[in-house]
C-alpha cells in the first residue's frame, strides 16, 4: 500500500526552465510534507517543507504548493540549473500513529545544459 | 559534526550468512531509523527507534531485528540474509518523531547478498 504517490518517475528539463514534481497522499492524518535532495551516492537531505495550513511556501528558487482539499503537493523548480540534477522525493507524516516519514517513489530529474 | 555514521559502506554477503549494520549519531536526537532504498520505490521504514529503550516495525521489517543500543546508536541486524534484502540501506535520526521533525540521514549502506 503505496500511501504517498510521486510522479514523474523521472524528468528532464532544459537550464533555466521550471521542473514541476508531483506528490498525493492518502492517508488524512498526515501533517508534515517535506521534500528531500538526493544526489547519487549520499543520503536523502531536507530540502523544503509545508504544513497543511498553508497553501504555498518558497524558498529561493524552491517553492512547495499544497492543496488540501485534493490530497497533493508538488514542487516547483524555477530557473533550473544542471546542479539541481539529483533524485527529489516527497514525503509525509503525521504526529500519530507511526510517527516516521512516508516516502514517494522519487523523481530522477536531470537538468540538461 | 559527523552527524549520522553508518558502517560499514559495502557490503557483499552470501545467502544464509549474517551480519549488522552499525548506526550512530552525535546530534543528541531521540529518534532513529532505518529505510531501505530500492529502484522506484523509494525509501521504505524498516524499523524505528522513537526514543532510547523503544523500537517499533516499519512497513518491511520482516527479516531483520534491530536493537537501540543506547541513545547514539541504533544496529540493524539480517540473521539469514536473502537475495531481496540486496538494497541501500539508510539510517537516519531526528530530533523527535512526528511532524516537523527533521530527519537526518547517513549516506548508506549498499548490500549486495548472492
Known amino acids: 500500500q503505496q500511501q504517498v504517490k510521486q510522479s514523474p518517475q523521472s524528468l528532464i528539463v532544459q537550464k533555466g526552465g521550471i521542473s514541476i514534481i508531483n506528490c498525493a497522499y492518502e492517508?488524512?492524518?498526515?501533517?508534515?510534507f517535506p521534500w528531500y535532495q538526493q544526489f547519487p551516492g549520499k543520503g536523502p537531505a531536507l530540502l523544503i517543507a509545508i504544513r497543511p495550513d498553508v497553501s504555498e511556501k518558497k524558498e529561493g528558487r524552491f517553492t512547495i504548493s499544497f492543496n488540501k482539499s485534493a490530497k497533493q503537493f508538488s514542487l516547483h523548480i524555477m530557473d533550473s540549473q544542471p546542479g539541481d540534477s539529483a533524485t527529489y522525493f516527497c514525503?509525509?507524516?503525521?504526529?500519530?500513529?507511526?510517527?516516521?516519514?512516508?516516502f514517494g517513489s522519487g523523481t530522477r530529474l536531470q537538468v540538461q545544459p | 559534526n559527523a552527524g549520522v555514521t553508518q558502517t560499514p559502506k559495502f557490503q557483499v554477503l552470501k545467502t544464509g550468512q549474517s551480519m549488522t549494520l552499525q548506526c550512530a549519531q552525535d546530534?543528541?536526537?531521540?529518534?532513529m531509523y532505518w529505510y531501505r532504498q530500492d529502484p522506484g520505490m523509494g525509501l521504505r521504514l524498516i524499523y524505528y527507534s522513537a526514543s532510547e529503550g523503544t523500537t517499533d516495525k516499519g512497513e518491511v521489517p520482516n527479516g531483520y531485528n534491530v536493537s537501540r543500543l543506547n541513545k547514539r546508536e541504533f544496529s540493524l541486524r539480517l540473521e539469514s540474509a536473502a537475495p531481496s534484502q540486496t538494497s541501500v540501506y539508510f539510517c537516519?535520526?531526528?530530533?523527535?518523531?512526528?511532524?516537523?521533525?527533521?530527519?537526518?540521514f547517513g549516506e548508506g549502506s549498499w548490500l549486495t547478498v548472492v
Open positions: 514525503a509525509a507524516s503525521a504526529d500519530t500513529g507511526r510517527r516516521a516519514l512516508t
Open positions: 492517508n488524512t492524518a498526515f501533517d508534515y
Open positions: 546530534m543528541n536526537h531521540n529518534s
Open positions: 537516519a535520526s531526528s530530533e523527535a518523531g512526528g511532524a516537523g521533525n527533521t530527519i537526518y
